[in-house]
């Protein structure tokens, strides 16, 4: 297959990988055409990422770049900060979104959360409830 000049190729390992599949299914799968791969100047299969994209059953799966196991990040600006004894409510603006999260005051006080003041809000739970529309 003659690759486009701009499409992103990754070897046959980092494929398989991401298919979940074997490089040996890799392989059997191109010689019989389901996928379409190209050959490197070292004779090395490539694999398209479209060809990926097409042959995975469901969409990747974000990845956050970092070694913490959180993915739902929210970064945005502390708006406001209400503390009272040892707790405090913190509200960031992240985009169209507002949340707010209940943490203790010294927190609050470590990590010099002021509004204005640039923040993350990391959602890590058990339990997320989805409800459709507005």
Known sequence: MAKKATEKMVAIGEAAKQLGVSTDTLRRWDRAGTLKTSR??????????????????????????????????????????????????VEIEAGPHLVTAAITRDAVEELGLVPGAPAIATVKATSVMVQRGA
């Not at 060809?51 to 990747?60: F, G, K, M, Y």
């Not at 799966?61 to 209400?82: K, L, Q, W, Y």
């Open 40 to 89: 490197d100047a070292r004779n090395r299969r490539r694999v398209p990422v479209s060809e990926i994209e097409r042959l995975r059953d469901a969409p990747a799966r974000h990845a956050t770049g970092d070694t913490f196991s959180a993915r739902n990040r929210f970064p945005g600006i502390v708006r406001s900060v209400e503390a009272d004894g040892v707790m405090a409510l």
